[in-house]
């Protein structure tokens, strides 16, 4: 599940794999980790996408239950991957989330139109199938733990080399996927906070965890590389790479983590 570190990091591949971009190179087979690790019990994970904005007045509490799942996931240990998306389209009301893009709002609509659902906020997505409002603790509690009854198609096992900008992201899947399935790669941070001026939450202070500061999708294959972006302002001590793959369709099939704590820095090599 999570956790893979560079304990995981080995060199032997066949050296005609493809890559997600062009062939590969020895520094590529380097990071790509050796094989996927043992599934937890069924393998299954829950991957939690919440659709937010700071300029939404009904958006913090399902930031604060959020939190609390990230705080729980990782305390102890579970297969549960939460993403906070920010999109864009509030910003016009008067405050610009810093953590906004249109690319997270286009990523909903996605899902508006595959689930045949509202686009609003909050709100959360499990696993590409099941959305509801993003403030509702126990119909989202509900959706993870249907979620992780539901086994994997897909194991998932990702390596990074370092935490120098972009990231280098080794990945290897289990067993085949849809030709036409989709790996997206996100870096989130935790322990982020704002002191919103304007808009619907004038005066607040927002806090926020596993905001997706970077989004990066490429050909799901059996094995590769790729690039990920890492903005400067990240917090690496609170940032983590999250990888799941994704069908066409909407489901999710499989996912991983690794903290960028846990890479060492190209200094310390």
Same mark, same amino acid.
């Given at each position: 599940?999570?956790?893979?570190?560079?304990?995981?990091?080995?060199?032997?591949?066949?050296?005609?794999?493809?890559?997600?971009?062009?062939?590969?190179?020895?520094?590529?087979?380097?990071?790509?980790?050796?094989?996927?690790?043992?599934?937890?019990?069924?393998?299954?994970?829950?991957?939690?996408?919440?659709?937010?904005?700071?300029?939404?007045?009904?958006?913090?509490?399902?930031?604060?239950?959020?939190?609390?799942?990230?705080?729980?996931?990782?305390?102890?240990?579970?297969?549960?991957?939460?993403?906070?998306?920010?999109?864009?389209?509030?910003?016009?009301?008067?405050?610009?989330? *810093?953590?906004?893009?249109?690319?997270?709002?286009?990523?909903?609509?996605?899902?508006?139109?595959?689930?045949?659902?509202?686009?609003?906020?909050?709100?959360?997505?499990?696993?590409?199938?099941?959305?509801?409002?993003?403030?509702?603790?126990?119909?989202?509690?509900?959706?993870?733990?249907?979620?992780?009854?539901? *086994?994997?198609?897909?194991?998932?096992?990702?390596?990074?080399?370092?935490?120098?900008?972009?990231?280098?992201?080794?990945?290897?899947?289990?067993?085949?996927? *849809?030709?036409?399935?989709?790996?997206?790669?996100?870096?989130?941070?935790?322990?982020?906070?704002?002191?919103?001026?304007?808009?619907?939450?004038?005066?607040?202070?927002?806090?926020?965890?596993?905001?997706?500061?970077?989004?990066?999708?490429?050909?799901?294959?059996?094995?590769?590389?790729?690039?990920?972006?890492?903005?400067?302002?990240?917090?690496?001590?609170?940032?983590?790479?999250?990888?799941?793959?994704?069908?066409?369709?909407?489901?999710?099939?499989?996912?991983?983590?690794?903290?960028?704590?846990?890479?060492?820095?190209?200094?310390?090599?």
């Amino acid at each position: 599940m999570a956790r893979y570190a560079l304990s995981l990091i080995v060199g032997v591949l066949i050296s005609g794999v493809l890559l997600a971009v062009g062939c590969a190179t020895a520094d590529d087979v380097a990071i790509i980790p050796s094989s996927t690790s043992p599934p937890p019990d069924t393998g299954a994970v829950a991957v939690v996408e919440l659709f937010t904005s700071e300029g939404c007045s009904s958006c913090p509490p399902a930031d604060r239950l959020l939190r609390t799942i990230v705080d729980e996931s990782r305390t102890q240990d579970q297969p549960v991957y939460a993403l906070s998306f920010h999109v864009d389209y509030w910003n016009r009301l008067g405050w610009t989330d *810093p953590y906004s893009d249109d690319r997270y709002s286009q990523r909903q609509r996605q899902y508006s139109h595959a689930l045949g659902v509202d686009t609003y906020t909050p709100q959360v997505v499990v696993n590409g199938r099941d959305a509801m409002v993003g403030s509702r603790s126990q119909e989202v509690r509900t959706a993870i733990t249907s979620a992780l009854e539901d *086994p994997a198609r897909v194991q998932v096992a990702i390596a990074v080399d370092s935490t120098t900008a972009p990231l280098r992201i080794g990945y290897r899947l289990d067993r085949p996927v *849809p030709d036409d399935a989709d790996l997206r790669l996100a870096v989130v941070e935790r322990g982020l906070s704002q002191d919103v001026k304007r808009g619907e939450n004038a005066g607040r202070t927002l806090r926020h965890a596993n905001v997706v500061r970077s989004f990066t999708t490429v050909t799901a294959t059996r094995s590769g590389t790729a690039e990920v972006p890492l903005p400067d302002t990240v917090d690496r001590t609170e940032a983590s790479v999250m990888a799941y793959v994704q069908n066409p369709s909407g489901p999710i099939l499989g996912a991983d983590r690794v903290d960028l704590k846990d890479v060492p820095s190209m200094a310390t090599r």
